[in-house]
Each structure stands twice: as C-alpha cells, then as structure tokens.
C-alpha cells in the first residue's frame, strides 16, 4: 500500500540584502575571500540557490559587481535598491516595494542577509516548511534569534512602506502575536562577518 505523497512546502522567494555599505568592515566585504576561494557574497548565493527555487539580489544603484559564481540570469534577479544610503531599512522597502510590484505570488519572503557565510541550507529549507501568509517565522539557536526571517505576504505592505532605518524590527515588534520563533541547530543563522577579523582563518 502506498503512503500520500508529503505535500509541497509554501512558496517562499527569497530577498539577499546585499546593499550596505560594510563601514565597520573597512571596504566591500561581499568580495572579501573566504579559505576555499569563495567570496563571501559567493558563498552566500550558493546557499541560497540550495534552498530557494526564486531568489532576489538586492544591491545599491552603484554596484557593479562580478556574480558568475552563483547568479544565473535565467533563474535569479537582481534588485537595486534606490533608498539604500537610508539603511537596510530603505533596502528592505524598495525590496519589498518590488515584490507587490511585480505581483509575485509566493507566500511569504525570506529576508537574508549576504554576509552570512555559514548559515545551513537546510535551515533555510525546514523554516520554509513552517512559511505562512500570515505569520513571521524567526529562526533561533540557543536562545539567541537569527535569519533569515520570513515575512508572509500580509505583512508585505508595511515591510514596502519602510524608507530608513535598521531594517524590519518595527514590523516585528509590531506584530508580535504572528511571530513563530523555530529552533534549529545552526549557529550560522546569527554568525556574520562585521569586521575582518570575523573571517575564518585558512587551515
């Protein structure tokens, strides 16, 4: 006797916020190297392409930057962000902004960051399957929250009205009684790359 298929996770597209400006880094960190040879930005993409069927690259109006390593133009799209002098926050809302725009479908979106090297592809894949329009899904390790954060579609409309600041903290304060905190064993869902000493050492 056969079982049911298991059922197809929620469509989740996926936004890589990769337009700050990396002060604390001391240049642009998206193309810093990382042991095996990877930049990070690279290194981030590759996850994301895992996990994601649908993803979007947010940068700033003057980046130019080298993705063959892991954008595929048939599959991925690039979003420049007007606002992001104005912080992740203007990113976030030109982002978003985008998505309505376009009339994407899926239920909700993820929010990750690009200058996080080892968050796992198969977290990204286990909060997909907790994904609802609406609710927010925060991932967490040992107490401690992380991203990606996934936004469902209800709350679009808010996160497209942000023009500055730090990024979706309000949203979320705001909306706490659709907040579903996941825990996951993945400490690279709150491990980033500030400063050059946050890279890894080559072995």
């Keep these: ?7 197809e996770p929620p469509a989740v597209v996926a936004l890589v916020m990769a337009a700050g400006v990396s002060r604390r880094f001391g240049g642009d960190k998206r193309r810093a190297t990382l042991p ?5 930005l690279a290194t981030t993409l590759n996850t994301v392409a895992r996990a994601y069927p ?3 690259l947010v940068t700033r109006p003057e980046d130019d930057l080298d993705l063959a390593e892991a954008f595929d ?7 420049v962000a007007a606002q992001a002098r104005h912080g992740l926050g203007g990113s976030l809302g030109d982002a ?7 009339g994407d479908t899926a239920t909700a979106a993820a929010v990750v960051l690009a200058d996080m090297p080892w968050l796992s592809a198969t977290t990204c894949a286990r909060l997909q399957r907790h994904a609802d329009a609406e609710r927010i899904i925060i991932p967490s390790h040992r107490g401690r929250r992380g991203h990606p ?12 009205a942000l023009e500055a600041g730090d990024g ?5 304060q705001a909306n706490r009684a659709a907040v579903s905190v996941v825990d996951v064993d993945d400490d690279g869902i709150w491990r980033d790359i500030d400063t050059p000493e946050d890279l890894p050492e080559p072995p």
Excluded: C, N, Q
Aim: net charge positive; no cysteine; charged share 25%.
């Design 54 to 56: 649908r993803w979007w």
């Design 149 to 160: 954060v996934l936004f469902g579609r209800h709350f679009w409309p808010t996160l497209a």
């Design 168 to 172: 979706a903290r309000t949203v979320v």
């Design 36 to 40: 095996d040879g990877r930049t990070l």
């Design 73 to 79: 133009p048939a599959r991925h799209r690039r979003l």
């Design 96 to 102: 978003f902004r985008h998505l309505i725009a376009e």
């Design 1 to 7: 006797m056969s079982s049911d298929p298991r059922p």
